[in-house]
Nanobody, 120 residues
Framework: QVSLVESGGGLVQAGGSLRLSCAAS????MAWFRQAPGKEREFVAA????????DYGDSVKGRFTISRDNAKNTMYLQMNSLKPEDTAVYYCNADGTFFKGTYYLNSASWGQGTQVTVSS
């Protein structure tokens, strides 16, 4: 099982940017999910182990970019044009599967989460 450590969250004004990082103990398909208070967990973005496949949730397309550096076993989420509705705890998931371009999470492999707060 891959262990994960997220970092990079914080407080930012609407329209600003943040970059999240997720350091993994091994190479695997990886993804970001988020959960806001009182809401269900939401898929944000995913990337294959090679970086050749990416997938995004509809609410972040065109604003967020997922990438990875396999030399460092680290995944990134560049978040631009942030909105108050992006406020949530962001979690890293690893070792899921891709099927027809869609990422299916591994329920046993989560990081501890990092808080992102966007003020209006």
């Amino acid at each position: 099982q891959v262990s994960l450590v997220e970092s990079g969250g914080g407080l930012v004004q609407a329209g600003g940017s943040l970059r999240l990082s997720c350091a993994a103990s091994g190479r695997a398909h990886m993804a970001w999910f988020r959960q806001a208070p009182g809401k269900e967990r939401e898929f944000v973005a995913a990337i294959s182990w090679s970086g050749g496949i990416t997938d995004y949730g509809d609410s972040v397309k065109g604003r967020f970019t997922i990438s990875r550096d396999n030399a460092k076993n680290t995944m990134y989420l560049q978040m631009n044009s942030l909105k108050p509705e992006d406020t949530a705890v962001y979690y890293c998931n690893a070792d899921g599967t891709f099927f027809k371009g869609t990422y299916y999470l591994n329920s046993a492999s989560w990081g501890q989460g990092t808080q992102v707060t966007v003020s209006s």
